[in-house]
């Protein structure tokens, strides 16, 4: 029993530790093939989180408008979760608010998914002929959680979804920082297509 459980803590370990360095990954995204200016830039952003609920909205607004920087509002301070239900009211709010660009972050489903693991019982040396024929084992299982987001980029000027994409997170953590591991993921993906200026060092030099 004492082996079994040395063996599910450390496949437990070595799951959660891979799953903290590096716990959330792009698995699909799309660019708006009439795009014409690259790359993508705007004066004042609105971030909208579509989330389980109001408390968790405000969170990943929060979390998303910090990573976008000084030019990012999130929604909540312009709509409240009715009014942002309503087409009319929140395209209306947005419109006289002047934001010509708009971050959308949308929970779209949690999945469990499951590892088994079979390990030998202990068992004297001279017990291992009939062990292969009796399959005597010991089964371990590891479960984790998988929370699948999109994110949309909307020019307002014009009312057209720009790009979107979709990320995975093993293990989601507490908002905040689950919001910022998709925020670094879109960011590392929009440079790589030159939909972002290349980042700055402190001298203010392409990296």
């Known amino acids: 029993m004492k082996f079994k459980l040395q063996i599910i803590a450390l496949s437990m370990a070595t799951l959660f530790s891979a799953c903290s360095m590096n716990n959330t990954r792009m698995i699909n995204s799309w660019t708006n093939p009439d795009l014409k ?35 990012a509002t999130p929604s909540y301070t312009l709509l409240n979760e009715s009014e942002l239900k309503d087409p009319t009211i929140a395209k209306q709010r947005i419109q006289q608010a002047s934001f010509d660009g708009m971050v959308l972050l949308r929970w779209l489903s949690v999945r469990e998914e499951k590892e088994y693991t079979a390990t030998p019982t202990q068992s004297p040396l001279w017990d291992h002929y009939s062990y292969s024929w009796t399959y005597m084992q010991e089964t371990n299982v590891v479960q984790w959680k998988i929370l699948q987001l999109e994110t949309r980029i909307f020019s307002l000027a014009d009312e ?35 939909l972002l200026s290349p980042a700055k060092n402190k001298k203010g030099e392409a990296q």
Not at 175 to 185: E, F, M, R, S, T
Request: without cysteine.
């Open 160 to 194: 057209k979804l720009i790009w979107s994409g979709t990320t995975e997170t093993v293990e989601p953590p507490a908002i905040p920082q689950l919001v910022n591991n998709v925020a670094k993921v879109i960011e590392k993906k929009l440079r790589s297509q030159g």
């Open 37 to 71: 200016v690259q790359p993508i830039h705007f004066n004042k952003i609105i971030v909208v989180a579509v989330a389980p609920s109001d408390t968790e909205r405000r969170s990943a607004e929060d979390a998303m408008v910090a990573k976008i920087g000084p030019k």
